[in-house]
């Protein structure tokens, strides 16, 4: 009686579907990441006409421009494509197509949520990735906590991540302003972006110096993430009211007031960075501009350079004029990635010789590929090292 | 120019592949809760065969006992089921079969993870449901952090709930230590169990007092939830190899020593409970047993009672003496919740029997349904409010 008790208690709650069975028992792997790197990707479905995965690391077709490779079904209707090569080492999405419907792979649990679509996640190890690895070092924490916004009198949602030790060191921290981009929200770089576990390996290493990491909400149309604020699970929309029309630009001042008066802050301009992802990137100059003693340290990482035509803020008048007091006032660190392929690349070419023009220093860093969470997490290894030094 | 630039924004990342499309530009609804709380299904897939909806709100078929009703294809390719009746308050949970793959619905991003598989979710609202809502009240803050456990010399991860105003009283809160199912992890009762949200609204009402949540991990096999651990994005597992061998019981002293470190708490008795669910409400029950001094609130929710015939522990050894030892120092609240139709309703009663003949007493909460969410997230509504009175 006990014994089938037990055997009650493991199949449960639907636990036993919790990965595709085969015949003999065997459970799918998938994906299969082989010891040279190569990857496989399974999925039983014996009654599909076509299955394809769709991923980040195959190459665009010449057919349709479409990254995805066709699987090949077995005798049992066991889909799988392998990799032709190894892969580098990268954290990873894909799909599958069955059918011409996409859905994820059910034999992978880990999924990110980008606006409203679903991506398999995996990591090939090594090199940088590994700075996307949980490792054994002393991990920060992660808070979602609240705090009431004086100018729209609502309560927003924002995402904190103290380093290790904070609890228990009783010193205070410089912090890190780190801003999504359109679509995203205040999860989106603990997500794709990696931020916990870049943050915990780079200062395990010694390579960044202990730092609070704030990520607010930027759509200030928004409480909170899709399905945390009071619009219930709502579907994620990508264009939202107040996404780039100097709101969140102009009521920053109160992100880092709310964050000043929660945590044991260093107070000071030479302890603030702020830095943000194309709309983020956005509002990190636009934000640093705007304020010119509040942040000495600015990333502007595939940024939108210039507002859109049809908005009327104060915060973007006379912008030539803000930018020489912010540079007069001698930033730590100004600094520009972007990636060769990104469609905002020419308006960032403009955008530095602008700054060259008037002598203004930054630090620049070009990498391949375009407007990926690729280059974002790349940038982001490479900015926080140099920050309050 | 800029105006191609600004499309280009909104095109990018495969943000316009967010949702389903028809050839009209309509964007599909799934799930559609209609204003008298039927709910309609839709998924676009027209070279399918069969797409059957499957989810928690079906009755189970006669034919194979599943959960599932088809589907039903319009010209265009769209597939659809509509609810016959109005669906009743409650937080429910779907998935699509399409041509017998199980997928999730590409239409709706909010999804639950339990063990390895990802399930869809919707909410109707009313009720008791709307304790499981977001609502416009103060919040609090969910942390997910690391403790070093003295006994495994591992960090483990630990989610906690600090209610809203914790930053700023100064008080000291009670804890309620909150322990999942086995193949749950330390995210299993924020997701599922909905306790930020839960508690948010219990305390906002009045019905609870202000306290502090901590839901540790309690397999002991495990570091932290699958994909947050230096194991990386493994497949999840339902059974680990230290789960109910006494482990988690022996050791839970060095929880409640961390929590009592790092939070304000009020370090006694009567302001700790701890309660859980299946093999957590198992961990319950022997936890509060082996140390008779430390909770004096324990709630069992579909409890496992007995041990495995096959383990070994002190931490089970004289379980009468140890349960007359607890009962002698008079728990506030001994509180046990099950299902009629729980596969371990019999068990759980053949433990009521034997705490009724050594009259022992107990609240105890019987509801419809087996062993599911719904099920404890009603035990928790019912308990919380009985706590630190």
């Not at 090949?72 to 059918?99: H, I």
């Not at 770089?189 to 930027?218: C, H, S, Y």
């Not at 992100?255 to 702020?274: G, L």
Request: charged share 25%; proline share 7%; hydrophobic share 40%.
């Amino acid at each position: 009686m006990k014994r089938l008790l037990w055997c009650l208690v493991l199949l449960v709650a639907g636990c036993a579907a919790s990965a595709q069975e085969l015949r003999g028992g065997d459970e799918l792997l998938s994906p299969e990441i082989l010891p040279d790197n190569r990857v496989v990707f399974r999925l039983f479905a014996p009654g599909a006409q076509s299955v394809e995965v769709t991923g980040d690391f195959l190459p665009e077709r010449e057919t349709d421009g479409r990254k995805a490779e066709p699987m090949n079904r077995s005798e049992e209707g066991v889909w799988s494509y392998t990799t032709p090569a190894p892969l580098a080492p990268e954290l990873y999405t894909y799909a599958f197509v069955v059918d011409g419907l996409r859905t994820t792979d059910p034999n992978n649990a880990h999924v990110f949520r980008n606006v409203a679509t679903l991506y398999n996640i995996f990591l090939i190890e090594g090199g940088r990735a590994d700075l996307y690895r949980v490792n054994d070092v002393p991990h920060g924490t992660v808070s979602y906590t609240w705090y009431l916004s004086p100018s729209t009198g609502e309560e927003r949602r924002i995402a904190i991540y103290t380093p290790a030790g904070y609890e228990s060191s009783g010193n205070k921290y410089p912090v890190l302003y780190l801003l999504h981009g359109m679509g995203g929200d205040e999860e989106a770089w603990l997500a794709f972006g990696r931020t916990a576990q870049i943050l915990d390996n780079l200062i395990a290493e010694g390579w960044a110096k202990p730092m609070i990491v704030a990520m607010p909400n930027g759509n200030m149309s928004q409480q909170a993430a899709p399905g945390e604020s009071s619009h219930g699970f709502e579907k994620p929309r990508f264009v939202l009211p107040h996404t780039m029309d100097g709101l969140m630009e102009s009521r920053f001042p109160e992100v880092v007031q709310y964050v000043d008066s929660r945590y044991r802050t260093v107070r000071r301009k030479e302890a603030r960075a702020i830095a943000g992802l194309s709309m983020g990137g956005f509002h990190a100059l636009h934000i640093s501009k705007q304020y010119p003693d509040l942040f000495a340290y600015v990333g502007l990482f595939s940024a939108v350079i210039t507002p859109p035509d049809s908005v009327q803020s104060a915060v973007y008048d006379r912008p030539a004029e803000k930018l020489a007091v912010q540079f007069a006032r001698l930033p730590k660190l100004y600094w520009i990635g972007i990636g060769r392929s990104d469609f905002l690349y020419d308006e960032n070419e403009a955008y530095r010789r602008e700054l060259d023009a008037k002598g203004y220093p930054y630090v620049y860093y070009e990498s391949e590929g375009d407007h990926i969470w690729r280059n974002w997490r790349v940038y982001l290894t490479e900015f926080v090292p140099r920050l309050f030094r």
